[in-house]
């Protein structure tokens, strides 16, 4: 018997979404958590992908380089461009023949229309946006079950949920809560060609165009530099200045919720547990207090650098650095710093 981890590879017209990529490298964590059960009852542990598309092998094949075992490529022109029906019922009929343990999704746009879908199909439970996940010892089970943590209550709580009863179990995960494992030049693994079940007529719309807009102005999950901004701005202007700070050092700014709510900037700059999990190579907290909410979303940083007037601010506790200070005095002085540097 093998025991099963999966991960759905997202990727439009051949270009993947890296949340695919942190997902192969989590499911290989919760892999190896499991093998030494695995060996005592003489069962095998493989990572798998599952890859939908049309023309998409050498995305297969870069999904061994990240760590899969074997990839499930199901290719045709009905699933060149994803829609929900052709592509839920094609997996479910995947997840019936080969019966995955763990199906990891990433919750992006696609993934959490997808993720849904497929478990109703499947009739088993889905965690939501999770940002821990762990397999673990559970009372009354007969092998280590996925403990899937998420927030909940407006990001008030952590809550631990446990699928006991039915399989895949199954989670959506944020992209950037962890990190990406590194490429591997040699890829070892198979790619297996499977059965597509789903027709035309399962699609129930037809694209006839696909227009392209300008995408979401700000993408933070990704982004080597992020200057946020809380409520010690004292109000929207304040962003203007990190917004000069962050032109400078090449990033975009982020905010806390506190902003958000108060209309001080869009949600898509928003930085925390109920928006968007970072981890930059150098993130700058302006204002911000330091919340579980909002640490819980930036604290991967590699490099913090924390300023607050109030010596308490839980914001320093995962600081590198932590200046004490008002910000309006603090930000400028970065600037012209910054731009000394450059004319140097």
């Not at 302006?286 to 308490?312: C, E, T």
């Not at 590198?320 to 970065?334: F, R, S, T």
């Not at 600037?335 to 540097?341: D, F, N, R, S």
Request: charged share 20%.
């Amino acid at each position: 018997m093998t025991r099963r981890f999966w991960v759905f590879i997202e990727q439009e017209e051949g270009k993947v979404h890296p949340v695919s990529w942190e997902l192969l490298g989590v499911a290989r964590s919760l892999a190896s958590q499991v093998e030494e059960e695995a060996r005592a009852a003489n069962d095998d542990v493989a990572v798998e992908g599952v890859l939908l598309g049309h023309q998409v092998e050498a995305v297969a094949q870069e999904a061994l380089h990240y760590g899969a075992d074997r990839v499930y490529l199901l290719d045709d022109p009905v699933l060149q461009h994803y829609r929900n029906a052709p592509y839920y019922k094609s997996i479910a009929a995947l997840v019936q023949e080969h019966k995955p343990e763990v199906f990891l999704i990433g919750a992006t746009t696609l993934g959490r229309d997808l993720a849904g879908a497929v478990a109703t199909a499947l009739r088993t439970g889905l965690t939501a946006d999770c940002t821990q996940l762990q397999m673990s010892e559970i009372k009354g089970a007969s092998r280590k079950l996925l403990l899937m943590t998420r927030p909940a209550f407006g990001g008030n709580i952590l809550a631990t949920i446990v699928c006991r009863d039915r399989q895949p179990q199954m989670s959506s995960v944020r992209p950037r809560v962890f990190p990406t494992p590194p490429r591997s030049p040699e890829a070892h693994g198979e790619i297996v060609r499977s059965r597509v079940v789903a027709t035309e007529a399962d699609a129930r719309a037809l694209i006839r165009e696909l227009i392209r807009g300008q995408g979401e102005a700000v993408a933070i999950e990704y982004a080597d530099v992020i200057v946020s901004g809380g409520r010690g701005l004292g109000g929207p202007d304040g962003f203007k200045l990190l917004q000069e700070l962050a032109d400078l050092l090449g990033g975009v700014v982020g905010a806390s919720r506190p902003c958000v709510d108060a209309g001080w900037i869009s949600y898509a700059h928003q930085v925390g547990q109920t928006g968007k999990t970072v981890r930059p190579k150098l993130y700058i907290a302006a204002g911000i207090s330091g919340a579980l909410q909002h640490k819980v979303g930036m604290q991967g940083a590699d490099f913090i650098l924390a300023i607050n007037n109030d010596p308490k601010a839980p914001i320093f506790e995962v600081a590198d650095i932590g200046i004490v200070g008002d910000l309006y005095q603090v930000i400028p002085a970065m600037i012209e710093q910054v731009k000394a540097l450059k004319q140097a």
